[in-house]
């Protein structure tokens, strides 16, 4: 019986987060189903995303050698289906591409079936500049915007943002050796709608129809408003060159920006500049005749490509209401002085059983039994029988420990 392994390589701020928390923490459901997801750990399959990449990540790489590997060899080995997922496989090359359908048994005895779940443009540009900048970058908007219409495409930035979001060229790239009817095109519908269509449409791509999935405790990535990005953004540019990478994602972008900056929903959104829609709509046009041309399984519907109107009431991060971004700093401020507070009593408290210990041990050690059994051991050990004597009573019980 053919396999099927189904590879979800993107894009970002799709639903990919929320996805990935529902498939990692159902994988025992899902197994007793006949679905097998491979991951040991949450970011199991981000790890090998970058190991297949050879991709740089603030030292995670280091962390991800090997990791493809053994994820492609867990799916050959399992008998049902098997499910990846990781939106930066989106950015994969050719040659990429083909080391990952080769190791998954592509054109052996496995189905391969791709899923590509896509959002306008009016909503993806706003939410990849700012997930560059909770990523340390300092780039103004109106500074991004302008290099990712550049039609050099060069540098960082424009070749990560069309890597990840040229819906033709991903499809192109992942889906040239495939049948179109093993390319599923997950469309993203339109803000304002039904909370549970997206996941509904990921059901219908993934086979996990009649699955009773736990879908409680999501996991997301929560956006931020235009001040509160400025914020960061401000953060960014004041600390980067000082503060360690490895401090900088548990403190600025998660107990900061998403712990924090998020849950101030109220103030004004980031959007697409009035003047850039006329762009971005002629791109999304473009894209939804070509798909539509290809044949591809569309899970949803095409119109949703087409982003909403601009904005009425345009909000320009790089020039932002100053009292917003006040308001956001004092939050910001207010974590961050919590936070040192309860680490400070952690380290109070963890002081305190330290010296109790301490204490603890200097009264044992005062002890006259524990003195004779020290120099006891002491005596036993400068002699080859004594030594001997030593050996097997430390094995009799077990312990490697000189100590003992």
């Known amino acids: 019986m053919t396999k099927k392994v189904y590879l979800h390589v993107g894009t970002p701020k799709t639903g990919t987060s929320y996805l990935q928390h529902v498939l990692y923490h159902n994988r025992r459901m899902l197994h007793r189903h ?24 603030g030292g995670l790489e280091a962390q991800a050698i090997g990791t493809w590997d053994t994820l492609a060899a867990s799916v050959r080995r399992a008998h049902g289906d098997s499910i990846i997922s990781h939106e930066i496989l989106a950015t994969a090359s050719r040659v990429q591409i083909g080391r990952a359908l080769e190791s998954l048994g592509h054109d052996r005895d496995t189905e391969i079936h791709l899923v590509l779940s896509v959002r306008d443009l009016v909503r993806q540009i706003p939410a990849e500049w700012q997930e560059n900048v909770k990523h340390r970058a300092a780039l103004s908007y109106r500074a991004f915007i302008d290099r990712i219409q550049d039609p050099r495409r060069e540098g960082r930035i424009p070749t990560w943002f069309w890597g990840v979001q040229e819906i033709p060229d991903i499809l192109d790239r992942w889906g040239r050796d495939l049948p179109s009817e093993h390319v599923h095109v997950v469309t993203v519908p339109p803000s304002g709608g039904s909370p549970d269509l997206l996941w509904k449409r990921f059901v219908e791509a993934f086979g996990l129809d009649g699955i009773d999935l736990q879908l409680d405790g999501e996991r997301v990535n929560p956006s931020l408003g235009a001040a509160e990005t400025t914020l960061i953004r401000r953060i960014n540019r004041a600390a980067n060159e000082e503060l360690d990478p490895v401090f900088y994602r548990p403190l600025v972008r998660e107990l900061v920006a998403h712990q924090t900056l998020s849950r101030r929903t109220r ?55 100053e009292a917003l971004v006040s308001g956001a700093a004092v939050d910001a401020l207010k974590t961050v002085l919590l936070d040192h507070a309860r680490l400070q009593r952690e380290l109070g408290q963890a002081e305190a059983e330290l010296r109790d210990t301490q204490r603890q041990l200097e009264k044992a050690y005062l002890r006259p039994t524990y003195r004779w059994r020290e120099k006891l051991v002491r005596r036993l050990e400068t002699g080859n029988t004594g030594r001997l004597m030593m050996k097997a009573y430390r094995r009799a019980r077990g312990r490697s420990s000189r100590s003992a």
Request: proline share 13%.
């Open 34 to 57: 006949g679905f097998h997801y491979p991951a040991d750990r949450f970011d199991a399959h981000f790890l090998a995303a970058l190991d297949l990449m050879r991709m740089p990540w």
């Open 267 to 321: 103030t004004p959104r980031l959007a697409l500049p009035p003047d850039v829609h006329p762009w971005a709509s002629e791109l999304e046009e473009a894209w939804i005749a070509e798909i539509r041309a290809r044949g591809y399984d569309v899970i949803g519907d095409l119109d949703d490509l087409r982003g909403a109107p601009p904005a009425r009431d345009y909000t320009d991060p790089d020039h932002p209401d």
